[in-house]
């Protein structure tokens, strides 16, 4: 399978940068809206908004929309390597637990 040179650049740059790849690393875990990645990342929600936009440009993340609310997911599809990417990342699934016991894991439903 042969990718196309712009958008495999896209997904390089996209994976080059700590905060995305910890993104990637918690969804790999869970379903999560802007507002759940805000407590975690400990930065602004305008901030994790650009870091999801040049994921999603990347095409290495999804959105799915309930209401007033947008949900981000992997979204594997384009890249046959990138499975291998998301295993090399460090387990994150704490930090969705922590988001459960402290009820900001729903604070979007």
Do not use: N
Request: glycine share 4%; net charge positive.
């Amino acid at each position: 399978m042969q990718l196309d040179l712009e958008l495999l650049a896209e997904c390089h740059k996209a994976l080059g940068d700590k905060t995305r790849l910890k993104i990637l690393a918690l969804l790999r875990t869970s379903e999560l809206c802007v507002c759940e990645l805000v407590p975690i990342l400990k930065i602004t929600q305008p901030a994790i908004s650009q870091h999801l936009r040049k994921l999603k440009t990347a095409k290495l993340v999804k959105e799915r929309r309930a209401g007033q609310w947008v949900f981000y997911s992997l979204d594997g599809t384009a890249y046959p390597f990138l499975e291998s990417v998301l295993q090399s990342l460090p387990d994150l699934s704490d930090e969705i637990k922590m988001l459960h016991a402290t009820g900001q894991k729903v604070c979007c439903e």
